[in-house]
């Protein structure tokens, strides 16, 4: 069957058409006055009945608008259908006011609203007359016509832009030939939904303004800043047109988009760096081949999440400049301070590109990174040591086998402290190269006068290395505070009793104190404590001194007889080394 509706359908160039005193949002039924019989008598002018009217309309049909609907045909008198667009599942489109339809339709679908649900009833004399066509419709026939706008459209429609919100910080706005990347809903102008980035839980990604999209959508998505949000409605002739696309948009359909920008950049871009926070006195910047701490929060641009080392409570730690990092971070941690903290915009070329990484990263995704540098080294680094007070009498330094007492703190380089002798009740003790402490600090406690203060940045390599100890985390740089506090010469490895400077010679005299060829332990624990006292000699510091000159008197005494004769200690060499 025919569509019997139209009477042309072409590309006629578009008349206005007024007319005069017709009310746009009710017609009014225009009857002959009912005889004394009670017959009514024909109907002059169409008759509008609006049944289902939508609660917002922002536009009416007006002449010249083109309209896409859906219709029931049937004669006024018996009820019979002859025509509709629902069997054909194909709604009917034309242009309004201009002749392409019957009058009585003309007129009758002047001021519809999309979704509106009206019947037309249609007088002869505005429809098909006393002729009637094609053997369908005939002669004097009464049409009504059941309709449901869908669409309307104008050929001088632009795309209409409306913002739904719009971040108050927007540094960048898209422009053609940035690429971008966001979700939307697509449905048609009756709210009927034909496509949804949000159901395939993945962003739309593309280029802008290079024809890969729609030429609305192209228009419609420039100046929009990350994370705004806005409607884009754009008429059939800048979508899809005559032909529409698929099964889901129908020819000539008016496409209205709800977007959410997630990203945007440019091909071009580079890395962006936005400096938040340097501390004062910074002396040192990182270069290549350094090997950096940080900590980072990782997010998109619409401030996504996809990863912190915060919620690991570990750093992230690399070398700087060496591949290990992707590229725009790997650039990015050139030049920085101890305690920096920056922003790093990373475009996806120095990023991970297209591909992404699995379902963390999605290809082509602008990366946002705000960092804090704890610290940084490189494996060539010795350690540091800063005097900041020297008492002015300075008559001995510690040097290897001294005993010594002194007080410390130990933290990382962003201050938080890990370990201070001010948590026990006494100063800490220790023999120096006995490998008693890390050889970062045996370094820094080295050639100190009783009194000094040192500040001492120890490098991982000279602490705690790469798997770190207790509270010291992995490749982490140590700062300690050191006060020496009381210093104890020492004695070499394997000795328990050393002289400053020549011993007696001959020996055996000296030690027999009272001549009588023979020294027992009691003298010669007077003797030794006598040079030590006198400062000729020195007993290994730390250890219980009686048990130290026991052990001397008993390697001495070689018969095991209680004294200790000149003929035990005939050995020159023996006498040094046993001594």
């Known amino acids: 069957m025919s569509h019997i509706i139209p009477r042309t359908v072409g590309s006629d160039s578009l008349l206005q058409v007024s007319i005069p005193g017709l009310d746009l949002n009710m017609f009014f039924l225009l009857l002959f006055v009912v005889s004394a019989t009670g017959s009514p008598g024909p109907l002059v002018d169409v008759v509008v009945d609006r049944y289902e009217i939508p609660k917002v309309c922002p536009r009416e049909v007006q002449t010249e608008d083109f309209i896409r609907y859906h219709f029931n045909g049937t004669f006024h008198g018996d009820g019979k259908k002859f025509d509709s667009s629902h069997d054909r599942d194909k709604a009917f489109i034309s242009q309004v006011g201009l002749g392409r339809l019957i009058t009585g339709m003309d007129r009758g679908l002047q001021g519809m609203c ?29 049409l009504v016509y059941d309709v449901l706008l869908l669409d309307i459209w104008n050929a001088d429609d632009k795309v209409q832009i409306r913002t739904l919100g719009r971040p108050a910080a927007c540094n960048r706005t898209t422009a ?20 949804s980035s949000h159901s395939r839980n993945l962003t739309y990604d593309t280029y802008l303004g290079k024809g890969h999209l729609i030429k609305g959508l192209d228009e419609g998505l420039l100046g929009m800043c990350v994370g705004e949000r806005r409607v884009v409605i754009v008429p059939p002739f800048l979508a899809y047109g005559e032909s529409g696309s698929g099964t889901l948009v129908p020819p000539q359909a008016t496409l209205v988009f709800e977007v959410l920008l997630v990203d945007v950049f440019n091909p ?12 004062e006195g910074c002396s040192r910047r990182t270069v290549i081949g350094d090997y950096i701490r940080y900590h980072y929060n990782g997010t998109f641009q619409d401030g996504t999440a996809f990863d912190s080392s915060y919620q690991r409570n570990s750093t992230y730690n690399t070398y700087v400049g060496m591949g290990y990092v992707i590229r725009g971070m790997d650039k990015a941690l050139q030049g920085l301070c101890m305690g920096e903290k920056r922003r790093i915009t990373v475009p996806p070329h120095m990023a991970y590109g297209e591909d992404g990484v699995g379902d963390i990263i999605p290809g082509s995704a602008v990366l946002v990174f705000d960092i804090h540098v704890i610290d940084f080294h490189n494996p060539k680094d010795l350690v540091d040591i800063k005097v900041t007070h020297k008492p002015q009498e300075c008559d001995a330094t510690t040097e290897a086998d001294d005993l010594i007492q002194y007080r410390y703190n130990c933290s990382l380089m962003d201050g938080a402290l890990l370990y201070s002798s001010d948590q026990f009740t006494s100063p800490s003790v220790t023999t120096l190269g006995a490998n008693q402490v890390i050889l970062g600090l045996e370094e820094g406690l080295k050639g100190m006068c009783v009194g000094e203060r040192r500040e001492v940045i120890v490098p991982p390599h000279w602490g705690h290395g790469d798997n770190g100890a207790g509270a010291v985390p992995r490749s982490a740089v140590l700062f300690f505070e050191l006060e020496l506090v ?34 027992p332990l009691e003298e010669f624990s007077t003797f030794i404590r006598l040079q030590v006292k006198e400062g000729k000699g020195r007993l290994r510091p730390g250890v219980d001194a009686d048990g130290i000159i026991k052990d001397m008197f008993d390697n001495q005494d070689r018969n095991k007889d209680g004294k200790i004769t000149e003929a035990e200690l005939s050995d020159e060499q023996v006498k040094r080394d046993e001594l």
């Open 114 to 142: 999309v979704n509106e649900r009206r019947r037309i009833i249609v007088p002869p004399h505005l429809a098909y007359g006393s002729i009637g066509t094609g053997g369908v419709i005939p002669p004097d026939a009464v």
């Open 176 to 195: 053609a030939s940035d690429f971008i990347r966001y979700h939307y809903n697509g449905t048609l102008l009756s709210g009927e939904a034909f496509d």
């Open 268 to 279: 071009k871009d580079n890395l962006t760096v936005e400096v938040k926070e340097v501390p």
């Open 486 to 519: 009381e210093l104890q010469k020492g004695v070499p490895e394997g000795y328990m009793f050393v002289w400053i400077g020549d011993g007696p010679d001959p020996l055996f005299p000296a030690m027999d104190l009272n001549g009588d060829k023979e020294v």
